[in-house]
């Protein structure tokens, strides 16, 4: 195996590990009935985060050595819209994601009782609706990967 077909290898590897996650977190939340279903929804959540950032991290230096290992791959449109959107989706996390997180983050730390407050499911809804065009972008990304348009 070369070094080439071992990045294609881990690449691969890594876009399942990474992203098939990232595709489910928002439905690991969606079903709890109460404040504890729900916070422990959320470790569970934080868990599958663990595995796209790692995923995520070996995707985006898996491909940008195979870009330098064969640099054909540096002419092609598919190629450079993959990683803008990548990058971009990586951007998303902190400036978007996070500061949407951070209020259901404290009311899961702050609220006391057992029912699941109204305002939760304004956030969540808020935060939620951001994942999902994440997720998108993702899909695009790997649409980009299979199809190779141009």
Do not use: C, D, Q
Not at 48 to 65: D, E, N, Y
Not at 83 to 95: E, T
Not at 129 to 141: A, S, T, Y
């Amino acid at each position: 195996m070369s070094l080439y077909e071992l990045l294609v290898f881990i690449h691969i590897f890594s876009a399942i590990l990474g992203m098939g996650p990232g595709f489910v977190m928002i439905l690991t939340v969606k079903k709890a009935t109460n404040m504890t279903e729900l916070r422990h929804a959320y470790k569970i959540r934080h868990r599958l985060h663990i595995f796209t950032m790692v995923g995520g991290t070996l995707l985006l230096l898996t491909g940008i050595w195979m870009g330098m290992i064969n640099p054909y791959l540096l002419t092609k449109g598919w190629y450079w819209l993959s990683l803008a959107l990548f990058l971009g989706a990586l951007v998303f996390g902190p400036f978007v994601l996070a500061p949407r997180s951070k209020p259901v983050k404290a009311l899961l730390t702050e609220y006391k009782a057992e029912e699941i407050p109204e305002i939760y499911h304004i956030l969540s809804n808020k935060l939620f609706f951001f994942e999902r065009i994440e997720n998108l972008i993702f899909l695009i990304i790997i649409a980009l990967m299979i199809l190779k348009p141009f």
